[in-house]
């Protein structure tokens, strides 16, 4: 496995800015840690009990303006206040289970302080937040959050706008910024160029804060150049990393990680291409765009539960309903009686119909499994797992299933149902509103505790993508 020791990594400050150091510091390389090794495991799977975690939680002090938004109204569409009592009581949810929940805010206050005291705050700042540069001693984690009403709504002279610091809110999503494996932390690399400030703040992290001084960095995809989100990675076992593909993540990273992290690595295509660069419309548009949000990662469709059980949603990643699940049924006709446009329906098809395909790619190598036409569920079925289906009802050919498919499973996956993160093997914390999810998942065994989240799942996160495990028993 390749580490980067965090002082090393003084040198892995983030950003398009920086760029003239990062290939200095990836070329550092150790040898692989062999599979099943007695060392350390940080996280090994996705259910284990939850220990230590990072997360952020919202304030309605947050900034709302971003340096690259386009709009000419700024961000009204989320109440702050209220989004910041849902997280607050997610997060004494995620306390009372027994996990030492770090906030980002105090983490990142803490790694200020040593940059200063080690002389890298000036020359880090600099690089990464230019316009806040002119007085380092006054940028504060409130600063670099947005959360500093000095550098909010400022004017110039002539009394126009003047934008100093962007706000971080979709800083709350920790599970996007990186992801831990049994070896250390993979540093992600977002496919959104407005998201990048997160993977920098938490390289600095990772580079500086006490808190996080016994995890190792396992992966730099920003050092690497390749796109990646956390959202898409959950660990099975020790030995196996499941990652989404092609739609947050560059398929490119499945090989190199299994390469890499010494990690058998399980592929799920959510979109068909073979890499993924930050040009405009990444998410596509027009009616294929809100099927790719839909499915934006691999946790919004598919999650661990407990032991060999999973939640997930039905249809779409089982072969024997590809392209006749009732989504793509739906289509078809609607393509005749709606609005719809002929090109839309036909891309959205395809779209399905290649929806949860795996590839393997073998530890140490990186070598390709021939999978044949496998979906992920197959994949996991075929190996003794669960199924619980957002929904609470199976797969099967009636009018009775496609109408609960579309009046019932379809609106709680949207409220991000499947989207859970486990405290335990068999305990889950997930969002109220989808009632047919949770009393299916009780059915199977499994301890749910739900919390009011309307102003969180509208923003297409769960629970899932709110955490970023640091350990797991």
């Known amino acids: 496995m390749t580490f980067i020791s965090r002082r090393a990594a003084l040198g892995l400050t983030g950003g398009a800015a920086l760029s003239l150091v990062l290939p200095q510091v990836a070329c550092a390389r150790q040898e692989r840690s062999p599979r099943n090794s007695d060392g350390p495991a940080f996280v090994r799977n996705d259910i284990g009990r939850l220990r230590e975690v990072l997360i952020h939680t919202s304030t309605e002090r947050d900034y709302q303006i971003d340096r690259l938004r386009r709009g000419l109204v700024p961000y009204l569409d989320l109440d702050w206040e209220v989004a910041s009592r849902q997280q607050q009581a997610f997060a004494q949810l995620l306390r009372d289970a027994g996990a030492n929940a770090l906030e980002i805010e105090d983490v990142l206050a803490s790694a200020i302080e040593v940059a200063k005291s080690d002389g890298s705050w000036r020359a880090w700042l600099s690089a990464a937040h230019p316009r806040l540069s002119l007085d380092p001693d006054a940028v504060t984690a409130d600063t670099l959050l947005g959360r500093d009403p000095a550098y909010q709504f400022q004017r110039r002279g002539d009394g126009s706008y003047s934008h100093f610091a962007s706000g971080t809110t979709s800083t709350m999503w920790t599970r996007d910024a990186s992801f831990m494996t049994p070896g250390g932390l993979v540093i992600c690399n977002s496919?959104?160029?407005?998201?990048?400030?997160?993977?920098?703040?938490?390289?600095?992290?990772?580079?500086?804060?006490?808190?996080?001084?016994?995890?190792?960095?396992?992966?730099?995809?920003?050092?690497?150049?390749?796109?990646?989100?956390?959202?898409?990675?959950?660990?099975?076992?020790?030995?196996?990393?499941?990652?989404?593909?092609?739609?947050?993540?560059?398929?490119?990273?499945?090989?190199?990680?299994?390469?890499?992290?010494?990690?058998?690595?399980?592929?799920?295509?959510?979109?068909?291409?073979?890499?993924?660069?930050?040009?405009?419309?990444?998410?596509?548009?027009?009616?294929?765009?809100?099927?790719?949000?839909?499915?934006?990662?691999?946790?919004?469709?598919?999650?661990?539960?407990?032991?060999?059980?999973?939640?997930?949603?039905?249809?779409?990643?089982?072969?024997?309903?590809?392209?006749?699940?009732?989504?793509?049924?739906?289509?078809?006709?609607?393509?005749?009686?709606t609005a719809i446009e002929a090109s839309d329906a036909e891309a959205g098809l395809n779209f399905l119909k290649e929806f949860g395909k795996v590839t393997v790619y073998r530890a140490g190598t990186g070598q390709k499994e021939d999978m044949e036409e496998m979906k992920l569920l197959d994949y996991v079925k075929a190996r003794g797992y669960r199924v619980t289906y957002v929904g609470g009802r199976e797969p099967e050919d009636s009018a009775e299933a496609f109408s609960h498919f579309m009046n019932v499973s379809l609106g709680e996956l949207r409220r991000q149902a499947s989207n859970v993160v486990a405290t335990a093997p068999g305990e889950v914390l997930a969002y109220a509103g989808s009632p047919r999810t949770r009393a299916a998942l009780e059915r199977d065994d499994i301890g749910v505790t739900s919390f009011d989240a309307r102003e969180l799942w509208a923003h297409h996160g769960g629970p899932h993508c709110l955490t970023m495990p640091l350990r797991r028993d």
């Open 191 to 337: 496919a959104s160029e407005g998201r990048l400030r997160e993977n920098m703040t938490l390289r600095f992290i990772a580079m500086h804060a006490p808190e996080l001084a016994d995890y190792p960095v396992a992966f730099d995809a920003v050092a690497e150049g390749l796109i990646v989100e956390g959202g898409d990675a959950q660990m099975v076992d020790r030995n196996t990393l499941f990652l989404g593909v092609g739609q947050r993540s560059d398929p490119r990273t499945a090989p190199e990680l299994a390469r890499r992290l010494n990690l058998d690595v399980v592929a799920v295509q959510i979109h068909k291409t073979d890499f993924l660069t930050r040009a405009p419309g990444l998410a596509g548009g027009g009616a294929v765009g809100q099927l790719r949000v839909l499915f934006l990662h691999l946790d919004t469709f598919f999650t661990h539960v407990n032991h060999e059980h999973v939640l997930a949603v039905p249809w779409f990643l089982e072969m024997e309903h590809s392209g006749e699940d009732p989504l793509s049924q739906f289509i078809r006709g609607a393509r005749a009686d």
